[in-house]
């Protein structure tokens, strides 16, 4: 390599510029490009929140317990045998 000829690795203009840049590119073609991402990333993140949120709501709603009676009657029993037994704890403490 001859001495006067710039070469890749001895330019400092070729390793400033940055990868995807076209400088060929017009400015406005640049700046059309950058708001075409924008709105590509911001969509994709509203279908994701929205996922996320349908997601959210399915799960709550799907994963709720049934009502079950027997659970309800047990609880029923549970409530009048705390009733019966504070009954009888104030005929001890009359007496």
Do not use: H, W
């Not at 075409?36 to 317990?65: D, E, K, Q």
């Not at 009657?73 to 001890?92: F, G, S």
Request: net charge neutral; charged share 25%; no cysteine.
């Amino acid at each position: 390599m001859a001495e006067g000829f710039p070469t890749e690795t001895n330019t400092p203009a070729a390793n400033s510029v940055p990868a995807g840049l076209d400088l060929a590119q017009p400015a406005s073609e640049r700046r059309r490009k950058n708001v075409f991402i924008g709105r590509a990333g911001l969509f994709v993140a509203l279908v994701l929140s929205s996922a996320g949120v349908a997601y959210a709501i399915v799960r709550a709603t799907l994963l709720r317990a049934p009502t079950d009676p027997t659970t309800e009657r047990i609880q029923q029993l549970i409530d009048e045998a705390n009733r019966l037994l504070a009954q009888l704890d104030e005929k001890r403490t009359d007496s």
